[in-house]
Every structure is written in C-alpha cells, then in structure tokens.
T-cell receptor
Framework: GENVEQHPSTLSVQEGDSAVIKCTYS??????FPWYKQELGKRPQLIID?????GEKKDQRIAVTLNKTAKHFSLHITETQPEDSAVYFC???????????FGRGTSLIVHP | SAVISQKPSRDICQRGTSLTIQCQVD?????MFWYRQQPGQSLTLIAT?????????ESGFVIDKFPISRPNLTFSTLTVSNMSPEDSSIYLC????????????FGQGTRLTVV
C-alpha cells in the first residue's frame, strides 16, 4: 500500500518568513495530493491540492509543487502570519482507492 | 462541498462504559472513515465503513472494541466499548464526495476522556 513520509514534524518560523513542508510517497499510482490544515481543536480542512498532471499550483500565499519522478511534493507558505500556526497534513491517494494516506503532520509555529 | 456533523463534541466517561459517536453527512457518500487522533498528532485510521456491509478494520483495531454501523449513505456511528483511559483521544469521522482522488471532509471531532 501507499506510504507517505512528512518532514519536518515541527517547524518554527518568524512572522514574514517562508515555510516549506515536504512529503514523499511510495505508490506511483497515486495521482491526488491534498494538503490539510488543522487548527487547534478544529477539524482538518483542505487548503490546497494538486493532481499528477500538474507540477505546481498557487493560491495567494500558498503553493504546492509536485515531482512525480522523485515521488515528492511540497507545501510552500510565503509571508507567514501568526494565523498560519497549525498542524499541516499531506496526503496521497488515487482514483482506485477510497482511502487517502496521510503524512504524520507538521506543527507550524509562526512567532510574531 | 459536503458537510459532516459529528456528535458529541466531547465527553468524559467512566472506564468500563461505552460511548457511541454519530456522524451525519448532508449528502450521500459511498465510504466513511473513522480516525483516532491524539492531540497534535497524526490521524490513525480505525476502520472504513461501507453501507450494507461490515466495516473493514485496520491492524490493531477490532470490531468488538470499535463496532461501527452504517445504516445508510448519510450516517454512521462508531462505538468505543468497554473504555479504558488509553481510549482517551480525539475521534474523527471523514468522507469524500467521490472516489479517492477527491477532497476529504471531516467531522468536528469528538474529544473523549476516560476516567
């Protein structure tokens, strides 16, 4: 089955800096790579996703890149703000399986 | 986007008792998933629930401890049975509107404390 590794487990940055979270996956059949943000005490929510036919996707301060050959994808947050502080999960899945495989999560702390 | 309502949001239970968590989806979905999450930690899949069949459990989770019902395409329950303090955790239900390559939606979570 799919295996998703996520690094780092904790990331501490100063407000205004950039943050990068990286994930690798093992199943070459995976074709959907979402990122979820979970604020303290709340449910995980999708912030951005990318499909395997695209190499990069941006949404304001958030971007995701995908390297299918190397089987890794990354979340980039620019100009970080204290409200970006949360746990971020990557995931990988494909249309043949209903079950997404999640990374272990990254706790992002943005210091004002 | 689908919306999942989960209840209760939190509970404090005596050891040896059982708690049933309910999830209601505002649209019909094929699969529902139940996760356990320690605060600040990763999501651990307990089981996958498909309407009309028995749930499929992940390694380390058994039906006698975590019975699941899926009576229709919009509803599921997870029971945590014969609870011990080790069962204290956050329990989340999840689903998606399509097959695996679509966004997952989550319930609000149930914070369970067993005393």
């Amino acid at each position: 089955g799919e295996n998703v590794e996520q690094h780092p487990s904790t990331l501490s940055v100063q407000e205004g800096d950039s943050a990068v979270i990286k994930c690798t996956y093992s199943d070459s059949a995976s074709n959907y790579f979402p990122w979820y943000k979970q604020e303290l005490g709340k449910r995980p929510q999708l912030i951005i996703d990318i499909r395997s036919n695209v190499g990069e996707k941006k949404d304001q301060r958030i971007a995701v890149t995908l390297n299918k050959t190397a089987k890794h994808f990354s979340l980039h947050i620019t100009e970080t703000q204290p409200e970006d502080s949360a746990v971020y999960f990557c995931a990988a899945s494909n249309g043949g399986s209903y079950i997404p495989t999640f990374g272990r999560g990254t706790s992002l702390i943005v210091h004002p | 986007s689908a919306v999942i309502s989960q209840k209760p949001s939190r509970d404090i239970c005596q050891r040896g008792t059982s708690l049933t968590i309910q999830c209601q989806v505002d649209s019909q979905v094929t699969m529902m998933f139940w996760y356990r999450q320690q605060p600040g930690q990763s999501l651990t899949l307990i089981a996958t629930a498909n309407q009309g069949s028995e749930a499929t459990y992940e390694s380390g989770f058994v039906i006698d401890k975590f019975p699941i019902s899926r009576p229709n395409l919009t509803f599921s329950t997870l029971t945590v049975s014969n609870m011990s303090p080790e069962d204290s955790s956050i329990y989340l239900c999840s689903s998606s509107e399509g097959v695996g390559d679509t966004e997952a939606f989550f319930g609000q979570g149930t914070r369970l404390t067993v005393v």
